[in-house]
C-alpha cells in the first residue's frame, strides 16, 4: 500500500514541480565538478546565492585539465569573458569583519569579484539581527540548480573517501589540511530550475532593489553533464524555504513543517544526517515516534562534535539534551546514533555537514537547513524533496540514495546494503551487521557533564528559533551589570582621565609637589635608565604583572615615563607580549574550571568572542578589553585559540591602545613639566582623540557583534 | 436517511465534475482532491495581490461564483460545467491548500 502525499504545496513546501533529471551529489569533490561542467555551458545567467564563497577555492583537483581556470574567480571571469550575453550574479551573506579570517578578505574589494562588469557580486544583509542568510543555490540558465549543504568555499572539498590528511583538501597552501568534509547537495533539470531560479531573484531584488530578468528556457537544451548519471529522471521536486519575518515579509517555515509531516509519517525507518540536531519541535516528535508501540526505527549520523570551540560548547551541549530525551523516550531499542569513523584521522573528525532526511523509501529531502531552531524560523534556508506517492523508480532512487550514503560510511557497496537490509528487515540491524573496526560508523557517546551543561542556557537564548527583537539580543547576550548604555563607559573614560589630570595640576599646586616633585621623580627615572639591564628589569616586570594581574595600564604609563615615549612604548609592547604569552601558558595548562574560577562573570562573554577563534578576534578583545589584560591571556589559553593567532592578534590590537597611553603620559608629564596653555592645549586634544577614537570603534564593533554574534551556527 | 459528513473524490477531470450534484445529496460536503502542483496556479488566482515567495496558503471561499474562478485556471476548465449545474444550488464553496475544493451544501439554506 502506497503512502499517502506528505509534500504539500502551501502547507510544508513552496511548490511543487517537475525535474526531468536529478542526482544527489554526495562530498564537495562530486559538487564542484559537476557546478563547473554545467557553468560552461551557461548562455545567460548563472545565480549563486551563498553563504559563504570564495574565489580562490580550485573546483577541480585531479582531473586532466580542459584549458580552462579551475579556481573559481578566475573560472567565472574566463565565463564571462569568452560569451558576451552571460551575467553571473553572486549573492554572498554579509558577514561580519569578526569573522574576517576564516573567509576570503573583503570580497567587495577583491579583484576577482569586481573585475568584469558582468560579474556581479553583492554582500546581502538584508536578515533579522543575528540571523544569516543560510541557502546555497545555484541556477544555471533556469535551467539547472544546485540545492544543498555546500558552498563554493573552503574546507568543502572532500572525496567519498574521506581519506586522513588528504592534501587535496587543502584549499590555501598556507592553510593546514582541514578535516574530512562530508555533505551533500541535490542537482536537478527541468522547469523546478526556473522556480529556484524565481527564489534566487527574488533574493537578489530584496538584497539590491535591483530586478532581474529571467533568461527564455529552452526545452531542448541539455545542460546535464555527459558524465554524470543522473539518480532519478521525471520527478516531481518540492522546494521548501525558512524565511524570518523581517521588514513586513511574512514569515515561511515550510521546512520545519515538512519534516514535522515526514516523521509523522514514516512507518519503518527514518534516516537522517546532519549537522545539528537542536530543535525542539523535531525531537518532540522524534520522541513522540519513538513511544509508539510499532514505531519507525530513528538513525541520526551526527559529527562526532561540531566544529569550532563556540559549537562545541554550546550547539553540542543543547545536542546532547535533546539526544537525552529521545533516549528516554526509546523504549523499544529503536533509536541509534552514529558517527562516521575513519582510521587514522587522529584527533580529527569528519565534518558530518549534511542535511537530509530519509523516510522509508518514500521521501528523500537534502538543503541547507540544519536541525536546529534557527533553521525552522530565523536563517533563510532552501531544502528540495522528493517523494514517491507509488512510483516504483522514484522510491527505487530514495533507497538507493540512501543505500549509497551508509555504503560510504560503513566503507561497503550500496547493493550490499540494499541486500543486507532485504535479509535482517532492520536498518538497525543491517548497519549493526556491517560496522567493524576499519571505515564504519560508530555510536556517538554523551560526554557533556553536568557542570558543562549548567554553563549553557536555554535553546531559546543561542538557538532561537525566530527573530528577536532588539530587547530580547540585550537580555539574551548582555549581562546585566554590562547593560549599561556604551556612553556611560565613554564617561567612565573621561572620568579617569580628567581624574589623572586633576591629579596633575593638585601635584603642580599641593604641598606633595614639595615632597616628591618632577624633577626628583624624573632624576630617578634617568638613573634607572641608565642602569645596565634596565630593559630587561622592566621586561620582567611587565612578565611578573601579569602573572599577579597588574593593571597594564599603569605598567605602561611607568614604562614611558622611564623610558620616553619611543623606548618606553617598545619596552611596553614587548613586555605586554611577553606576559600574554605567559599567561596564555598559564590558561593552556590550568583546566579550563580553573581558568573560569579565575576569570569569573567575565568568563561567558569572553568565551563568545574568543570561541570565533581568528587574529581578528583577538585584535578586537585588545582594543576593546572584556577584562583585565591577565584574564584575557588565560581564557584564549583555556580555550585552545591557536598560539600564532593570539600572538599576532595581540601585537596589532595592543598597537592603538599602547599607543595612546604612550602619548597621553608623554603629554601629561610635558604638561606637569611645563604647565602653560599649549601644553594643556595638546593634552586636550590627545585626549579627545583618544575618547573620539573609543567611541568610534565601540560602536562599530557592538554595532558588528549586535548584528552577527550568533549568526555563525554553520 | 442520514448523510455522510464527507466524501473525498480525486481530479479525474470532467469524470470527477459529473458525479458531484448527485453526491453533493448524499454528504454533508465534497472535498475534490486537486494534484499539489495546482496550488500555485490557485494561490495566483485567489491572491493576485501577495507579494513573491510568500508561503503560498490558499484561503478563499464563497458560493458557486468561486467555481467559475476556479475555472480560469488551466487545466481545471471543466469546474465551469460543475458552476453552471450548481448556478440554483444553494452552495457554499472553499478553497484551501494544498489543492483541495470543499463543496457543501449552503448552512443558511440548509436550515431554512
Same mark, same amino acid.
Request: with cysteine.
Given at each position: 500500500?502506497?503512502?499517502?502525499?506528505?509534500?504539500?504545496?502551501?502547507?510544508?513546501?513552496?511548490?511543487?514541480?517537475?525535474?526531468?533529471?536529478?542526482?544527489?551529489?554526495?562530498?564537495?569533490?562530486? !559538487?564542484?565538478?559537476?557546478?563547473?561542467?554545467?557553468?560552461?555551458?551557461?548562455?545567460?545567467?548563472?545565480?549563486?546565492?551563498?553563504?559563504?564563497?570564495?574565489?580562490?577555492?580550485?573546483?577541480?583537483?585531479?582531473?586532466?585539465?580542459? $584549458?580552462?581556470?579551475?579556481?573559481?574567480?578566475?573560472?567565472?571571469?574566463?565565463?564571462?569573458?569568452?560569451?558576451?550575453?552571460?551575467?553571473?550574479?553572486?549573492?554572498?551573506?554579509?558577514?561580519?569583519?569578526?569573522?574576517?579570517?576564516?573567509?576570503?578578505?573583503?570580497? +567587495?574589494?577583491?579583484? *576577482?569579484?569586481?573585475?568584469?562588469?558582468?560579474?556581479?557580486?553583492?554582500?546581502?544583509?538584508?536578515?533579522?539581527?543575528?540571523?544569516?542568510?543560510?541557502?546555497?543555490?545555484?541556477?544555471?540558465?533556469?535551467?539547472?540548480?544546485?540545492?544543498? $549543504?555546500?558552498?563554493?568555499?573552503?574546507?568543502?572539498?572532500?572525496?567519498?573517501?574521506?581519506?586522513?590528511?588528504?592534501?587535496?583538501?587543502?584549499?590555501?597552501?598556507?592553510?593546514?589540511?582541514?578535516?574530512?568534509?562530508?555533505?551533500?547537495?541535490?542537482?536537478?533539470?527541468?522547469?523546478?530550475?526556473?522556480?529556484?531560479?524565481?527564489?534566487?531573484?527574488?533574493?537578489?531584488?530584496?538584497?539590491?532593489?535591483?530586478?532581474?530578468?529571467?533568461?527564455?528556457?529552452?526545452?531542448?537544451?541539455?545542460?546535464?553533464?555527459?558524465?554524470?548519471?543522473?539518480?532519478?529522471?521525471?520527478?516531481?521536486?518540492?522546494?521548501?524555504?525558512?524565511?524570518?519575518?523581517?521588514?513586513?515579509?511574512?514569515?515561511?517555515?515550510?521546512?520545519?513543517?515538512?519534516?514535522?509531516?515526514?516523521?509523522?509519517?514514516?512507518?519503518?525507518?527514518?534516516?537522517?544526517?546532519?549537522?545539528?540536531?537542536?530543535?525542539?519541535?523535531?525531537?518532540?516528535?522524534?520522541?513522540?515516534?519513538?513511544? /509508539?508501540?510499532?514505531?519507525?526505527?530513528?538513525?541520526?549520523?551526527?559529527?562526532?562534535?561540531?566544529?569550532?570551540?563556540?559549537?562545541?560548547?554550546?550547539?553540542?551541549?543543547?545536542?546532547?539534551?535533546?539526544?537525552?530525551?529521545?533516549?528516554?523516550?526509546?523504549?523499544?531499542?529503536?533509536?541509534?546514533?552514529?558517527?562516521?569513523?575513519?582510521?587514522?584521522?587522529?584527533?580529527?573528525?569528519?565534518?558530518?555537514?549534511?542535511?537530509?532526511?530519509?523516510?522509508?523509501?518514500?521521501?528523500?529531502?537534502?538543503?541547507?537547513?540544519?536541525?536546529?531552531?534557527?533553521?525552522?524560523?530565523?536563517?533563510?534556508?532552501?531544502?528540495?524533496?522528493?517523494?514517491?506517492?507509488?512510483?516504483?523508480?522514484?522510491?527505487?532512487?530514495?533507497?538507493?540514495?540512501?543505500?549509497?550514503?551508509?555504503?560510504?560510511?560503513?566503507?561497503?557497496?550500496?547493493?550490499?546494503?540494499?541486500?543486507?537490509?532485504?535479509? *535482517?528487515?532492520?536498518?538497525?540491524?543491517? =548497519? /549493526?551487521?556491517?560496522?567493524?573496526?576499519?571505515? #564504519? +560508523?560508530?555510536?556517538?557517546?554523551?560526554?557533556?557533564?553536568?557542570?558543562?551543561?549548567?554553563?549553557?542556557?536555554?535553546?531559546?537564548?543561542?538557538?532561537?528559533?525566530?527573530?528577536?527583537?532588539?530587547?530580547?539580543?540585550?537580555?539574551?547576550?548582555?549581562?546585566?551589570?554590562?547593560?549599561?548604555?556604551?556612553?556611560?563607559?565613554?564617561?567612565?573614560?573621561?572620568?579617569?582621565?580628567?581624574? %589623572?589630570?586633576?591629579?596633575?595640576?593638585?601635584?603642580?599646586?599641593?604641598?606633595?609637589?614639595?615632597?616628591?616633585?618632577?624633577?626628583?621623580?624624573?632624576?630617578?627615572?634617568?638613573?634607572?635608565?641608565?642602569?645596565?639591564?634596565?630593559?630587561?628589569?622592566?621586561?620582567?616586570?611587565?612578565?611578573?604583572?601579569?602573572?599577579?594581574?597588574?593593571?597594564?595600564?599603569?605598567? @605602561?604609563?611607568?614604562?614611558?615615563? @622611564?623610558?620616553?615615549?619611543?623606548?618606553?612604548?617598545?619596552?611596553?609592547?614587548?613586555?605586554?607580549?611577553?606576559?600574554?604569552?605567559?599567561?596564555?601558558?598559564?590558561?593552556?595548562?590550568?583546566? &579550563?574550571?580553573?581558568?573560569? &574560577?579565575?576569570?569569573?562573570?567575565?568568563?561567558?562573554?569572553?568565551?563568545?568572542?574568543?570561541?570565533?577563534?581568528?587574529?581578528?578576534?583577538?585584535?578586537?578583545?585588545? %582594543?576593546?578589553?572584556?577584562?583585565?589584560?591577565?584574564?584575557?591571556?588565560?581564557?584564549?589559553?583555556?580555550?585552545?585559540?591557536?598560539?600564532?593567532? !593570539?600572538?599576532?592578534?595581540?601585537?596589532?590590537?595592543?598597537?592603538?591602545?599602547?599607543?595612546?597611553?604612550?602619548?597621553?603620559?608623554?603629554?601629561?608629564?610635558?604638561? =606637569?613639566?611645563?604647565?602653560?596653555?599649549?601644553?594643556?592645549?595638546?593634552?586636550?586634544?590627545?585626549?579627545?582623540?583618544?575618547?573620539?577614537?573609543?567611541?568610534?570603534?565601540?560602536?562599530?564593533?557592538?554595532?558588528?557583534?549586535?548584528?552577527?554574534?550568533?549568526?555563525?551556527?554553520? | 436517511?442520514?448523510?455522510?459528513?464527507? =466524501?473525498?473524490?480525486?481530479?479525474?477531470?470532467?469524470?470527477? %465534475?459529473?458525479?458531484?450534484?448527485?453526491?453533493?445529496?448524499?454528504?454533508?460536503?465534497?472535498?475534490?482532491?486537486?494534484?499539489?502542483?495546482?496550488?500555485?496556479?490557485?494561490?495566483?488566482?485567489?491572491?493576485?495581490?501577495?507579494?513573491?515567495?510568500?508561503?503560498?496558503? %490558499?484561503?478563499?471561499?464563497?458560493?458557486?461564483?468561486?467555481?467559475?474562478?476556479?475555472?480560469?485556471?488551466?487545466?481545471?476548465?471543466?469546474?465551469?460545467?460543475?458552476?453552471?449545474?450548481?448556478?440554483? #444550488?444553494?452552495?457554499?464553496?472553499?478553497?484551501?491548500?494544498? $489543492?483541495?475544493?470543499?463543496? *457543501?451544501?449552503?448552512?443558511?439554506?440548509?436550515?431554512?
Amino acid at each position: 500500500m502506497s503512502q499517502s502525499a506528505i509534500l504539500k504545496p502551501g502547507v510544508n513546501c513552496w511548490r511543487i514541480e517537475q525535474a526531468d533529471q536529478a542526482a544527489f551529489l554526495v562530498d564537495g569533490a562530486e !559538487f564542484f565538478r559537476a557546478f563547473r561542467e554545467t557553468v560552461k555551458q551557461a548562455q545567460r545567467s548563472v545565480l549563486i546565492i551563498a553563504w559563504d564563497i570564495d574565489s580562490r577555492i580550485d573546483l577541480v583537483r585531479k582531473n586532466k585539465s580542459d $584549458g580552462l581556470p579551475v579556481s573559481l574567480g578566475a573560472f567565472l571571469n574566463c565565463m564571462v569573458q569568452r560569451n558576451s550575453k552571460l551575467h553571473i550574479h553572486v549573492l554572498d551573506w554579509d558577514f561580519t569583519m569578526i569573522f574576517a579570517p576564516a573567509r576570503e578578505w573583503m570580497p +567587495l574589494y577583491k579583484q *576577482k569579484w569586481n573585475s568584469h562588469r558582468r560579474l556581479h557580486f553583492f554582500l546581502d544583509d538584508q536578515h533579522p539581527a543575528g540571523a544569516c542568510h543560510h541557502q546555497k543555490i545555484v541556477v544555471v540558465d533556469d535551467q539547472v540548480a544546485f540545492v544543498g $549543504g555546500l558552498d563554493l568555499t573552503t574546507g568543502r572539498w572532500d572525496t567519498t573517501e574521506h581519506l586522513p590528511d588528504d592534501p587535496r583538501r587543502r584549499d590555501l597552501q598556507t592553510e593546514p589540511v582541514p578535516q574530512p568534509y562530508h555533505d551533500i547537495q541535490m542537482m536537478v533539470c527541468g522547469p523546478v530550475a526556473a522556480l529556484l531560479g524565481e527564489i534566487a531573484r527574488e533574493r537578489w531584488f530584496r538584497a539590491t532593489g535591483q530586478k532581474l530578468v529571467a533568461p527564455e528556457r529552452q526545452a531542448s537544451a541539455s545542460y546535464w553533464p555527459g558524465y554524470l548519471a543522473p539518480d532519478v529522471e521525471n520527478v516531481q521536486v518540492a522546494i521548501a524555504r525558512t524565511i524570518p519575518r523581517y521588514k513586513g515579509n511574512a514569515e515561511v517555515r515550510e521546512m520545519e513543517r515538512l519534516l514535522l509531516d515526514a516523521i509523522a509519517a514514516a512507518r519503518n525507518t527514518i534516516y537522517i544526517e546532519a549537522q545539528y540536531l537542536t530543535a525542539d519541535k523535531i525531537g518532540a516528535a522524534l520522541a513522540k515516534r519513538l513511544e /509508539e508501540q510499532d514505531g519507525p526505527e530513528i538513525i541520526v549520523v551526527l559529527p562526532e562534535y561540531t566544529d569550532g570551540w563556540l559549537s562545541q560548547n554550546t550547539m553540542d551541549v543543547l545536542r546532547e539534551r535533546l539526544i537525552r530525551r529521545l533516549k528516554a523516550a526509546d523504549h523499544q531499542g529503536r533509536f541509534r546514533l552514529y558517527y562516521p569513523g575513519i582510521p587514522k584521522l587522529e584527533g580529527k573528525c569528519v565534518n558530518v555537514h549534511s542535511k537530509i532526511i530519509i523516510i522509508d523509501d518514500h521521501l528523500a529531502r537534502v538543503g541547507s537547513a540544519n536541525l536546529n531552531n534557527r533553521s525552522m524560523g530565523l536563517d533563510t534556508e532552501c531544502d528540495l524533496a522528493i517523494e514517491a506517492s507509488g512510483q516504483a523508480h522514484i522510491g527505487k532512487a530514495i533507497a538507493a540514495f540512501r543505500d549509497r550514503l551508509l555504503g560510504e560510511h560503513l566503507g561497503v557497496e550500496p547493493d550490499e546494503i540494499a541486500m543486507r537490509l532485504a535479509q *535482517k528487515g532492520s536498518l538497525i540491524r543491517t =548497519i /549493526e551487521s556491517f560496522r567493524g573496526s576499519a571505515r #564504519t +560508523l560508530l555510536p556517538l557517546p554523551l560526554c557533556v557533564t553536568d557542570d558543562m551543561d549548567a554553563l549553557v542556557p536555554d535553546a531559546d537564548v543561542i538557538d532561537p528559533d525566530r527573530p528577536m527583537d532588539a530587547e530580547q539580543l540585550i537580555d539574551a547576550y548582555v549581562p546585566e551589570e554590562e547593560r549599561e548604555p556604551a556612553r556611560y563607559r565613554i564617561y567612565l573614560i573621561a572620568f579617569i582621565l580628567a581624574s %589623572i589630570l586633576t591629579l596633575a595640576i593638585l601635584w603642580q599646586w599641593s604641598l606633595l609637589r614639595e615632597w616628591a616633585n618632577v624633577e626628583t621623580l624624573m632624576g630617578f627615572a634617568t638613573e634607572f635608565k641608565q642602569t645596565r639591564g634596565a630593559p630587561l628589569f622592566a621586561l620582567g616586570i611587565f612578565l611578573i604583572g601579569g602573572l599577579i594581574a597588574f593593571p597594564l595600564t599603569i605598567l @605602561v604609563m611607568a614604562c614611558v615615563l @622611564v623610558f620616553g615615549p619611543w623606548q618606553g612604548f617598545l619596552y611596553s609592547l614587548v613586555g605586554a607580549l611577553l606576559s600574554a604569552i605567559s599567561t596564555y601558558a598559564l590558561g593552556h595548562l590550568l583546566s &579550563r574550571n580553573a581558568v573560569r &574560577r579565575y576569570a569569573g562573570k567575565k568568563m561567558r562573554e569572553l568565551n563568545k568572542r574568543l570561541a570565533y577563534r581568528g587574529i581578528m578576534t583577538v585584535i578586537i578583545v585588545r %582594543i576593546i578589553p572584556l577584562a583585565s589584560f591577565s584574564v584575557v591571556n588565560m581564557v584564549a589559553g583555556a580555550s585552545q585559540i591557536r598560539f600564532r593567532d !593570539f600572538v599576532i592578534g595581540s601585537a596589532i590590537g595592543l598597537l592603538p591602545g599602547m599607543a595612546g597611553i604612550s602619548l597621553f603620559t608623554d603629554r601629561l608629564a610635558a604638561t =606637569i613639566q611645563k604647565p602653560d596653555l599649549p601644553a594643556f592645549a595638546v593634552l586636550a586634544t590627545v585626549v579627545a582623540v583618544i575618547i573620539v577614537s573609543a567611541w568610534t570603534f565601540w560602536r562599530w564593533e557592538d554595532r558588528q557583534r549586535n548584528t552577527r554574534l550568533r549568526a555563525r551556527a554553520d | 436517511m442520514k448523510k455522510e459528513p464527507s =466524501i473525498q473524490l480525486t481530479w479525474r477531470g470532467h469524470e470527477t %465534475i459529473e458525479s458531484i450534484p448527485r453526491l453533493l445529496s448524499d454528504a454533508r460536503q465534497v472535498e475534490i482532491i486537486l494534484p499539489a502542483n495546482y496550488n500555485h496556479s490557485l494561490f495566483c488566482t485567489f491572491h493576485p495581490d501577495e507579494p513573491p515567495a510568500q508561503l503560498e496558503k %490558499i484561503n478563499a471561499s464563497g458560493d458557486a461564483e468561486l467555481l467559475t474562478v476556479i475555472s480560469t485556471v488551466k487545466g481545471l476548465e471543466g469546474f465551469a460545467a460543475l458552476a453552471r449545474a450548481l448556478a440554483t #444550488t444553494h452552495i457554499e464553496v472553499q478553497v484551501i491548500s494544498p $489543492g483541495r475544493v470543499i463543496i *457543501k451544501p449552503s448552512a443558511r439554506h440548509a436550515k431554512a
